[in-house]
């Protein structure tokens, strides 16, 4: 069954705790993406890496990060540095396009909230 | 950098109806503009998209319209169902920028029986 999975679907993070959001795609897509949701604020772009062992820093990037060890994985860190976390958090994969064309696929997110 | 600004931020129709959601963006190079549309608890899935040298697209009863002199561009649903409730996203994209996607904050659309 192809797709983005996102694991887990729920979380709780500690105060001055890291927590690892882990995002896995079996669609053979080179580009992989991470974004924070929040009410009313629509779909803002965290990081994004478009092939293994690269990846760029995306609108709201400080007190994230994230690693391209392998083209199917992309592990997002939300870091104590992090002050608000409390977010729906969504992982999308594409394939880069040569032209205008990029259709991003999303997973089912990950909600994280802080105890 | 890219911004887009949706409206309505929520809308309400009778079943039956047709419902309009409209998007303008900032950026003249954009050139790519796919609608998304995001169910409770899920992530957001593609419904329709259109490229820059087109005007119209539509697909049964979703359709898409773009005007690039004005810079914004509509989702039309016609014949409105129940199951079409959800939050639709617009975005945009331009050619080199990385492939991202800039999206518009979402409306919430409600289809009332």
């Known amino acids: 069954d192809g797709g983005i999975t996102q694991s887990p679907k729920y979380l709780f993070r500690k105060e001055g705790q890291n927590v690892t959001l882990s995002c896995e795609q079996n669609?053979?897509?080179?580009?992989m993406y991470w974004y924070r949701q929040d009410p009313g604020q629509g779909l803002r772009l965290i990081y994004y890496?478009?092939?293994?062992?690269?990846?760029q820093k995306g609108d709201i990037a400080e007190g994230y990060s994230v690693s391209r060890e392998k083209k199917e994985s992309f592990p997002l860190t939300v870091t104590s540095a992090q002050k608000n976390p409390t977010a729906f958090y969504l992982c999308?994969?594409?394939?880069?396009?040569?032209?205008?064309?990029?259709?991003?696929?999303f997973g089912a997110g990950t909600r994280l909230s802080v105890l | 950098g890219e911004n887009v600004e949706q409206h309505p931020s929520t809308l309400s129709v009778q079943e039956g109806d047709s419902a309009v959601i409209k998007c303008t963006y900032s950026?003249?190079?954009?050139?790519?503009f796919p609608w998304y549309k995001q169910e409770l608890g899920k992530g957001p899935q593609l419904i329709i998209d259109?490229?820059?040298?087109?005007g119209e697209k539509k697909d049964q009863r979703i359709a898409v319209t773009l005007n690039k002199t004005a810079k914004h561009f509509s989702l039309h649903i016609t014949e409105t169902q129940p199951e079409d409730s959800a939050v639709y996203f617009c975005?945009?994209?331009?050619?080199?920028?990385?492939?991202?996607?800039?999206f518009g904050t979402g409306t919430q659309l409600k289809v009332e029986l």
């Open positions: 999308a994969s594409s394939t880069p396009a040569v032209g205008p064309k990029n259709i991003q696929y």
């Open positions: 669609l053979n897509h080179d580009a």
């Open positions: 890496s478009q092939i293994v062992n690269d990846f």
């Open positions: 950026d003249s190079a954009s050139n790519y």
């Open positions: 259109i490229r820059s040298n087109v």
């Open positions: 975005a945009a994209a331009r050619p080199g920028g990385g492939n991202k996607l800039t």
